[in-house]
Each structure stands twice: as C-alpha cells, then as structure tokens.
C-alpha cells in the first residue's frame, strides 16, 4: 500500500506522485529537488522534465499513455533519449484505467476541479484501485487518500482536455 504524501511545492503533484508510485519512503528534499530538476529549462515542460529526471535518477521504467496522437509523437520525440520512458498513444478512457489499474496504481492527469478544488488547473493524482463506481485516489495536494466516483475522474479528465485544452496523461511504474 502507498503512503500518502503532501506535496511542498505548488507545482510538485508529478514529482510526489511518482515518487510515491516508487513505494520507498522520501523526503520533502527528494520531491522538491525532482520537481526543479524537471521544471528547468533544459526540458521543453516539466511533465517531460519531471519523468526524464526521475527515470535518470531512480534506474525505472515509465510508461506514459497518451490521449492526444500529436503529443504522443512529441514525448517520443522527447523521451528517445533514455530507453526507461515509453509512450504509449491511447485515447484514456475508464476501460484504459480499469485494465491498467488491474496491474498497478497509476498517476493521472486531472482537472483538479474534479476532486473538489474551487479552480481549474492541471493536477496529477494517484489511482490506487478502482470498485464498481468509484476509484481511490491519493492526491498530493492534501496527502490524503480517498474515494472519487469514476464519473468524477471522467469529469476531470475531460475537462482537462476540454476546458484547460491539456491532453489527459496516464503513468506507470515497471516493477
């Protein structure tokens, strides 16, 4: 089972979503370096900077299902130079998330309205399993775990692509 985590930093949700995903205990000093380190400008954006960097750091596969075919060619493009980031161009859908949650927690990408914030921004959540109509989430912007609806995560998943124009992402960790 995941430990939930409070991210520190306004813009840290990837880097503790994925270093929860990791499953071994770290620091506030670990997430804030892995959030720099992918948000500096030698990434072209930090949700390519933020797995090259944890990729690098930590030895592991990722994988990234993408919805969108044109931002999949452009994270193939990005992540070609490390063999441990793998992209995958899926339209994310609750079929996607059901099977993928069947191996493993996921990090997916959100409108963070959707597990009740008061605005409309990117946001990364942890999904840890899912039931027949709701999935549990662990969101780093609380530390806390809880259950959302699946209609919920579809929400926040389109209105990421829909509202905020942001194509929706998903995250894997190879074991």
């Given amino acids: 089972m995941i430990d939930p985590y409070k991210q520190t930093l306004s813009h840290s949700c990837l880097a503790a979503c994925m270093l929860m995903l990791r499953g071994k205990k770290f620091t506030k000093i670990e997430e804030q370096d892995l959030a720099v380190r992918g948000s500096k400008r030698i990434h072209q954006f930090y949700v390519a900077g933020i797995p090259l960097e944890f990729a690098k750091k930590f030895d592991r596969d990722v994988i990234v299902?993408?919805?969108n075919k044109y931002f999949a060619k452009v994270l193939k493009e990005i992540f070609s130079?490390?063999?441990l980031l793998h992209?995958?161009?899926e339209r994310i859908t609750q079929?996607?998330?059901r099977n993928l949650l069947k191996r493993g927690s996921l990090i997916c990408h959100i409108d963070d309205h959707a597990p009740d914030d008061?605005?409309?921004a990117s946001h990364f959540i942890v999904l840890e399993r899912?039931?027949?109509k709701f999935v549990q989430i662990i969101d780093p912007w609380t530390g806390k775990r809880r259950k959302i609806r699946l209609t919920k995560l579809d929400e926040g998943i389109?209105?990421?692509k829909n509202r905020i124009k942001m194509c929706p992402l998903l995250f894997s960790l190879e074991m």
Avoid: K
Wanted: overall charge negative.
């Fill in 158 to 160: 389109n209105d990421l």
């Fill in 130 to 132: 899912e039931t027949e």
């Fill in 118 to 120: 008061y605005s409309h």
């Fill in 95 to 97: 079929s996607l998330i």
């Fill in 87 to 89: 992209v995958v161009q």
């Fill in 65 to 67: 299902y993408v919805d």
């Fill in 81 to 83: 130079q490390n063999r």
